[in-house]
């Protein structure tokens, strides 16, 4: 069982920024890709980014493009996902996962490991 392991999440005013974290103790990343999903009430869970096992560049929603930035450091097993001018519709869980392939999809079911998902509010 791989426990995924989040932090950063809180209460901001819209235009704010916030960094999310998510390691793996004692799992590696190797040859997989990571990525992040939220969900807001009543609502699926829905693709943020995704970055692949080989390359720096992330796969992102549209409505994130050009705010988020998602980022890995392979050595010690850890995402980031680096939010800044947020917005009240960003407000949702936001939940780290480890695919299963080294591919950046943006399909929930190409992911096999999650978090335990961390609380965003934004304020208007």
């Known amino acids: 069982q791989v426990q995924l392991v989040e932090s950063g999440g809180g209460l901001v005013q819209a235009g704010d920024s916030l960094r999310l974290s998510c390691a793996a103790p004692?799992?590696?990343?190797?040859?997989?890709?990571v990525g992040w999903f939220r969900q807001a009430p009543g609502k699926e869970r829905e693709f943020v980014a995704a970055i692949a096992w080989i390359g720096t560049i992330g796969n992102y929603a549209d409505s994130v493009k050009g705010r988020f930035t998602i980022a890995r450091d392979n050595a010690k097993n850890t995402m980031y996902l680096q939010m800044n001018a947020l917005k009240p519709e960003d407000t949702a869980v936001y939940f780290c996962a480890l695919s299963r392939s080294p591919y950046g999809s943006t399909s929930v079911r190409e992911y096999d490991y999650w978090g335990q998902g961390t609380q965003v509010t934004v304020s208007s």
């Open positions: 004692g799992r590696t990343f190797s040859g997989l890709a």
